[in-house]
């Protein structure tokens, strides 16, 4: 398994951050490689939620499906992909008094199809690239994003 490690500054408070995370219609705003989300579903008997998943790696297309694996309001929100993709992405809040500290942990296999015709090198680096455009892409929209009451 291969791991990425990001964190970010977000200026406003910890619940927009976790409220607009924890609906996955909001990830193809964010996740630049993200082509689809659909089939979004409230997990029984939790505040999770599952999903699938439509997205880009390294110029070839995969399909998945998501389950929340683990979800603390407003500190932890842990996700696994359990077909199409191996990965667990794990998001922690750390909440100040208008802002919001989010590191955000990837964890993947790449697939055996992408190392064929890619090195592990490249992939790895496409990805941290990634992570990195998803975290500043969160940190606009939501800092942009007029609140209405």
């Known amino acids: 398994m291969k791991m990425i490690m990001r964190d970010i500054r977000i ?23 993200v082509v689809e989300v659909g089939k979004v579903k409230k997990a029984r008997n939790s505040d999770g939620f599952s999903f699938d998943w439509i997205y880009k790696m390294a110029g070839e297309q995969f399909e998945g499906k998501c ?8 500190q ?5 992909n359990n077909k199409g993709l191996d990965s667990t992405l794990t998001w922690l ?10 590191t955000l942990k990837f964890e993947y296999q790449i697939p055996a199809s992408l190392l064929k015709k890619t090195k592990e ?29």
């Open 93 to 102: 809040f750390q909440p100040g008094s208008q802002q919001t500290h989010v």
């Open 121 to 149: 090198e490249i992939i790895h680096q496409e990805n941290e690239h990634e992570l990195d455009a998803m975290l500043q892409n969160l940190k606009t929209r939501l800092e942009l994003e007029p609140v209405y009451t």
């Open 11 to 33: 200026d406003v408070p910890v619940d927009r951050v976790f409220d607009f995370l924890v609906d996955p219609h909001h990830l193809p705003e964010i996740w630049p490689n």
């Open 67 to 74: 389950d929340t694996i683990e979800q603390i309001p407003y």
């Open 76 to 80: 932890r929100l842990v996700l696994k």
